[in-house]
């Protein structure tokens, strides 16, 4: 039979209890039945013993003197007892003189084939009773039989012959295991009620401990016992557990405390942090819009001897003069460099770094650059060379940012390598399913090379490998750190393999978006950028020229830049008109007519932006380019935004103003002839 085992303490608990108690119950019990079996049988065998006894005494002076009659009356008084089923008395020789038996005797019904298995086996008994001469008992077939001797004065005068009914004793023992069998099912019944009882003394504890600790984890939060008055050990169980829980509550508490003291902590650190953090901020403003004005005034200075040099550098001069000249232009042009790279690196460190998006043809932009700096490369007598593999899709991004890293990587290439040739390797794995494409650009050089300790120092702003390659090829120190700045804006990275003497490796991956539209971007709009490509474009849509010299008028403060656009614009042959602020242009313009407008936008009294807004509100269309040294994007989009169309940083050269001119006026509108120029 399948006996489910217990599965909960409660349960193991009763079947514990209950089998105990059966067992000891059981056991117990079980001695009790077989002794009880064992002395009623006892009695039956001491009850026969005498009743034979009993007769033979009584027989003996009868049989002595052949009373038969006597002996007989006395075994007819055995029908009183209901368990003698026979008697005989029989004489020495076995001969029978009076028998009794209770069948004849009695009216019922009688079973004559047992009657006679009785009778044989009771002859079979008498013959060995008679054979051995003494007492003997036997039980047989359900009958207890006995053989008993008669003396008198010593000799034998016969036997008895006595057996009774088992039946008696039977059913007293049936009655004995019946009641044994009832006495244990009530014991067990009993006990298992009594098991259920006490066996809550133990598991109840315990299914309350369970109970308590489900309570805590449901409602996250400790509770404790209600004390009891007993001094188990179960008592001593929830004593212990509650002083867990207070310890536990009280820890809690402390974290608790701790963590709102943290808390505190937190928010007046955070605050004070937050205040540095301001005064940084501050600081980092104050230091990027003192840098934006330092450039400012810089570049305006350096319109004058930019502009001038390179007035100069076109007349005839004697060679000394002409060398004079170009080492004063080259000298400006390194130092607008090093301009724009300050300009940049406090956009950096001012976090105002904004990167464009418009679809550009990576190869036609690497390829513009390469030859850029080949030509540059060719005085120190190195070869700059691409190599392009795979397809390479046009892709969203920004052009002269990507230019300005390509400048900086191949500018970089070619300064430091004496002799061999520069290596710029272009090529893109392209996922179409996606979307995108990164774009891989490699610049190998065979230069001095960058030992391990300097490759780790080289990204950071100011950081030059070794002070000898400062004496030696000079630079700031804040190229590769806008460079990684920038790739890092585009969710690139640029990495650097090299050793001393033998070259240096730098990677650029840049995962682009490809593009979704057909028509480029026009990239080549910076002062760096070679125009060629784009002027012929432009020039297709510029304005019908008219007949005669174009009218220009220039909205300038500054004298200098005055005196060289003048000059400038007198050799292309254009009328210019001169005001010094926004004001006078307004009020020019409310009068008479030009074909362009070159507005600075610093100005006193009224500024460039005021008075292009002011021109526009009265319906003036003309085009009006925007002239201003602050050279960051936001002030191009301020410029444009203000209602200019245009833009020219300064300083500028004269082959970019000049392309400002095409743009607007169209390529006829130039010419080499002298005109006037006027001062409002
Ligand atoms: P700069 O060139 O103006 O000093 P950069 O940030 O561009 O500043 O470069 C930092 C330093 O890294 C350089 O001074 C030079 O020591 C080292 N370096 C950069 N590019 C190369 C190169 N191609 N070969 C050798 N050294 C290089």
Not at 6 to 20: C, D, E, G, N
Not at 225 to 251: C, I, S, Y
Not at 365 to 375: A, G, S, Y
Not at 548 to 563: C, F, I, S
């Amino acid at each position: 039979m399948f006996i489910r085992k217990p599965r909960s303490v409660q349960q193991k608990m009763t079947a514990i209890i209950f089998l105990v108690s059966m067992f000891v119950l059981v056991l117990t019990s079980l001695q009790f039945v077989a002794f009880e079996l064992k002395h009623r049988r006892d009695i039956a065998y001491d009850g026969i013993g005498s009743l034979a006894r009993l007769i033979s005494t009584n027989a003996q002076f009868p049989m002595t003197i052949k009373d038969y009659v006597g002996v007989g009356k006395l075994l007819n008084s055995l029908s009183a007892r209901k368990d003698v089923a026979s008697a005989y008395l029989l004489l020495p020789d076995g001969r029978s003189v009076a028998d009794y038996s209770r069948a004849q005797n009695s009216h019922a019904f009688i079973d004559s084939a047992k009657e006679l298995k009785f009778l044989q086996i009771e002859a079979r008994q008498i013959a060995e009773g008679l054979q051995l001469g003494a007492e003997q008992a036997w039980q047989e077939d359900g009958r207890l039989a006995y053989f008993m001797p008669v003396t008198y004065q010593g000799g034998h005068v016969g036997y008895t012959y006595l057996s009774l009914e088992l039946m008696e004793l039977r059913k007293h023992q049936l009655s004995l295991l019946l009641g044994w069998l009832l006495a244990m099912g009530a014991a067990m019944l009993v006990t298992y009620l009594l098991s259920i009882r006490l066996q809550h003394y133990i598991s109840g504890p315990v299914e309350q401990l369970v109970a308590r600790m489900g309570q805590i984890s449901r409602e996250k939060r400790l509770v404790g016992f209600v004390p009891k008055d007993t001094v188990d050990e179960f008592n001593q169980l929830f004593h212990g557990f509650d002083e867990m829980m207070r310890a536990l509550q009280e820890r809690d508490q402390m974290l608790e405390l701790h963590r709102k003291n943290l808390e505190l902590e937190v928010q007046v650190r955070t605050r004070a942090l937050e205040i540095e953090k301001e005064k940084a901020e501050h600081a980092t403003n104050a230091k990027s819009r003192f840098l934006a004005n330092m450039s400012h005034e810089i570049r305006t200075p350096m319109i004058g001897v930019l502009g001038m040099a390179d007035l100069l550098r076109q007349k005839d001069l004697a060679d000394q003069d002409q060398h004079l000249v170009e080492t004063i232009y080259r000298s400006g042009e390194a130092l607008l460099i090093i301009l724009n790279d300050i300009l940049d690196f406090s956009k950096v460190e001012a976090g105002r770094l904004v990167i464009d998006s418009v679809p550009i043809d990576m190869a036609l932009l690497t390829e513009d650059v390469t030859r850029l700096m080949d030509v540059n490369a060719h005085a120190k007598e190195i070869e700059v060379v691409l190599k392009t593999s795979g397809d390479l899709p046009i892709v969203e991004g920004d052009p002269s940012r990507i230019r300005q890293i390509l400048l900086n990587l191949i500018g970089n290439a070619v300064k430091f390598t004496d002799a061999g040739k520069v290596t710029v390797s272009l090529s893109a794995t392209s996922r179409f399913t996606e979307g995108v494409c990164d774009y891989l650009i490699v610049i190998q050089d065979a230069g001095i090379g960058i030992s391990e300790e300097a490759q780790a120092r080289i990204f950071d702003s100011f950081d030059q490998g070794d002070s000898s390659t400062t004496r030696k090829y000079g630079g700031t120190g804040l190229g590769l750190a806008i460079t990684k700045e920038l790739v890092q804006l585009m969710g690139g990275q640029v990495t650097v393999e090299s050793r001393p003497g033998e070259g240096s490796t730098f990677s650029v991956e840049l995962p682009m978006v490809l593009s979704k539209q057909s028509e480029l971007a026009l990239f080549a709009k910076k002062p760096s950028l070679p125009p060629k490509p784009c002027l012929a474009q432009i020039a297709a849509v510029a304005l019908p020229v008219a007949s005669g010299a174009r009218r220009v008028l220039l909205a300038e403060d500054n004298p200098t830049t005055q005196n060289l656009i003048s000059i400038l614009l007198q050799q292309m042959g254009i009328e210019l008109t001169i005001v010094d602020n926004g004001q006078e242009a307004v009020d020019f313009l409310s009068n008479e007519k030009v074909d362009l407008i070159l507005m600075d936008c610093q100005m006193p009294q009224l500024d460039g932006f005021e008075a292009t807004s002011q021109l526009r509100a009265l319906g003036v269309s003309t085009p009006i380019v925007a002239l201003t040294a602050y050279a960051r994007a936001e002030d191009e989009q301020e410029c444009l935004a203000a209602g200019m169309d245009d833009f020219l940083s300064k300083p500028f050269r004269q082959s970019e103003l000049k392309d400002i001119l095409v743009r607007w006026l169209g390529a006829d509108a130039l010419s080499q002839a002298p005109a006037a120029s006027s001062a409002h």
